[in-house]
């Protein structure tokens, strides 16, 4: 399946973006979906996972509260609304797929395929 992030963008803080992350190939359906950033300087960190039937989402700590996972299936897209921006939260962020995964897949060893980036950027 391949993978396409978008949405990304310049915004201020407390701005509201939301990214998404398109497949094509074959059904996204089968897939749990995973976001990722990577801010300059530092490793990729996870940020959010929905499983494969949708029923389960989790968060990494610093963005729980104001980022939201969701999935539409029929649309083959997973998207991510990220509400209240911090500085922080600027990154390069990816989108990544793992084959009937659950939710609490937070590693990114654990999924089998990746989108290019779409850089988001929060300016104070």
């Known amino acids: 399946v391949q993978l396409q992030a978008s949405g990304g963008g310049l915004v201020q803080a407390g701005d509201s973006l939301r990214l998404s992350c398109a497949a094509s190939?074959?059904?996204?359906?089968?897939?749990?979906v995973g976001w990722f950033r990577q801010a300059p300087g530092k490793e990729r960190e996870f940020v959010a996972a929905?499983?494969?039937?949708?029923?389960?989402?989790s968060y990494v700590d610093s963005v729980n509260s104001r980022f939201t996972i969701s999935r539409d299936n029929a649309k083959n897209t997973v998207y991510l609304q990220m509400n209240s921006l911090k500085p922080d939260d600027t990154a390069v962020y990816y989108c990544?797929?793992?084959?009937?995964?659950?939710?609490?897949?937070?590693?990114?060893?654990?999924?089998?395929?990746w989108g290019l980036g779409t850089l988001v950027t929060v300016s104070s």
């Open positions: 190939g074959r059904t996204f359906k089968p897939y749990a």
């Open positions: 929905i499983a494969w039937n949708g029923r389960t989402t």
């Open positions: 990544a797929a793992r084959l009937l995964g659950s939710a609490a897949a937070r590693s990114a060893g654990l999924y089998d395929y």
